[in-house]
């Protein structure tokens, strides 16, 4: 079982800066490809990036590429999603999920509100 719970999320004006956190507890977090994944009212839970166990490998949906970074730090049990540019469009719920490749993500925070002002 791993656990993460999500944090950094609030309000921000379109342009503007978040970094969000994703914390593990439980079994070996290093042994997790990690993903962020986000659903806006009325949408589908969509895929944002995702970052190997090893962090030297990255992918972005192409709504986010050049604005977002994943990033993850094994000694903290820590994934980050610094998200640059906000635009009104990137309002949603935003959740983290981990997995062990090439299986699906199993295991999945609360999720944190993040709303940008146009």
């Known amino acids: 079982q791993v656990q993460l719970v999500e ?3 609030g309000l921000v004006q379109a342009g503007g800066s978040l970094r969000l956190s994703c914390g593990a507890s439980g079994r070996t977090f290093s042994g ?3 993903g962020w994944f986000r659903q806006a009212p009325g949408k589908e839970r969509e895929f944002v ?3 190997s166990w090893s962090g030297d490998s990255t ?3 192409d709504s986010v590429k ?3 970074t994943i990033s993850r730090d094994n ?3 820590t994934v980050y999603l610094q998200m640059n540019s906000l635009k009104f469009e990137d309002t949603a719920v935003y959740y ?3 997995r062990v ?3 699906p993500y199993v295991y999945w925070g609360q999720g944190t509100q993040v709303t940008v002002s146009s």
Do not use: Q
């Open 59 to 61: 992918d972005y949906a």
């Open 96 to 98: 983290c999920g981990a």
């Open 75 to 77: 000694a903290k049990n």
């Open 66 to 68: 050049g604005r977002f």
């Open 49 to 51: 990036a995702a970052i």
């Open 7 to 9: 944090s950094g999320g």
């Open 32 to 34: 997790y490809a990690m």
């Open 101 to 103: 490749v090439p299986g």
